[in-house]
């Protein structure tokens, strides 16, 4: 769910929240050495009507030329424009439990635009340990040490209980987004973006359309 | 993102989608020993507006009496009722590399209508392992033992290259909710619910808003 602080520009944040899925998907068919598609077929692909796809990218700009569809490369190149990602942003992970060291083992981010640098965790028996590249730092150290290295962007992986406390160092050291997989909503100033992972509220939405 | 396939009602998939959160945060209100709050309490806790949370509710029916606001118990049992969450669903998890064992060592589904019954790899190496109380089967026995099961919900931790596969293999074991973690898009029959979980889409939703 996003956060309403995030939604400041004129663009719904529905819109901006899809285009991940069109990058991904963009990339993919790029993989399987495609160099052209269209609205239909990526509707296809993502689930989408083609003129839902033609209307979001519409906010952008005009990607594609009647009857010939969207040239592949060019439109990955726009997008990772848009949403910022052809560069590679600097990350700071919080919490080093079984959640935190399979985000820490997990080799999906590099590729997306994100590259974990950090990682802090409060249990001393956690603190200098090292694991999948990583050294884990003192959380006592981490406003000073986030703030230093200019990070951005952070991922939250404590306990609920804990969440809110730690949002707000990671606020206080400069971060402006926060991946939140704690179960809990966070309270931000604006200008910080929140998203949030929790896979029961997902379960939750699907399960209102089961049949028992 | 929703897939489309799940929109088939008339209360829009988004609405649905935030009721997750609704008794997410009023089970937390009621666990701090509340029992009334208001729109624009729960609007504050969820970032949104009291405006909204009042129209997403109306979808429901009346749960507030004015100037009184919500009764929380009630407002809870209402909630988990509409999610279908006032049972215990039971889940089959696919996959148990990182990821996986992640999922299956968090204890936050319980509580929230689900729990994890069986476990599946294709890994000869990680079939018959036991591990937080589970014990790896082997992924061909997974149609099978799912459809004699009647699981209907699903987890899905493994690689993007073989999620489809995996999918059409539920699916047809009788699985009609899918929680995707492979950072790809399936591909499912009317009538199968899928949720995306993908780290790194949201986080280049975040990257959207973020000055460098």
Do not use: C
């Not at 819109?15 to 509707?43: H, K, M, N, W």
């Not at 230093?148 to 987004?177: C, E, H, N």
Request: hydrophobic residues 45%; without cysteine.
């Amino acid at each position: 769910m996003p956060h309403k602080s995030a939604s400041v520009k004129t663009i719904p944040d529905i819109v901006v929240g899809r285009l991940p899925f069109y990058l991904r998907t963009l990339r993919a068919l790029a993989a399987e050495g495609r160099e052209i598609t269209s609205s239909s077929d990526l509707g296809n692909r993502l689930g989408l009507t083609s003129a839902q796809i033609r209307k979001d990218l519409s906010y952008f700009g005009e990607f594609g030329k009647q009857g010939l569809g969207y040239n592949i490369p060019f439109l990955v190149d726009q997008l990772r424009r848009i949403l910022k990602v052809d560069r590679v942003w600097e990350v700071v992970l919080v919490g080093f439990g079984d959640l935190g060291r399979a985000i820490a083992h997990y080799h999906g981010f590099h590729d997306r635009g994100f590259e974990i640098r950090m990682v802090f965790d409060s249990d001393p028996a956690k603190i200098g340990q090292s694991l999948a590249g990583f050294t884990v730092d003192d959380m006592n150290a981490m406003v000073e040490k986030v703030r230093a290295a200019k990070v951005r962007v952070a991922m939250l992986a404590v306990p609920a209980t804990s969440a809110q406390k730690v949002a707000d160092l990671l606020i206080k050291g400069g971060v402006r987004a926060i991946l939140n997989y704690a179960p809990t909503t966070l309270n931000v100033p604006k200008g910080v973006a929140v998203q949030n992972i929790d896979p029961a509220a997902h379960m939750q939405h699907m399960t209102y359309y089961l049949e028992p």
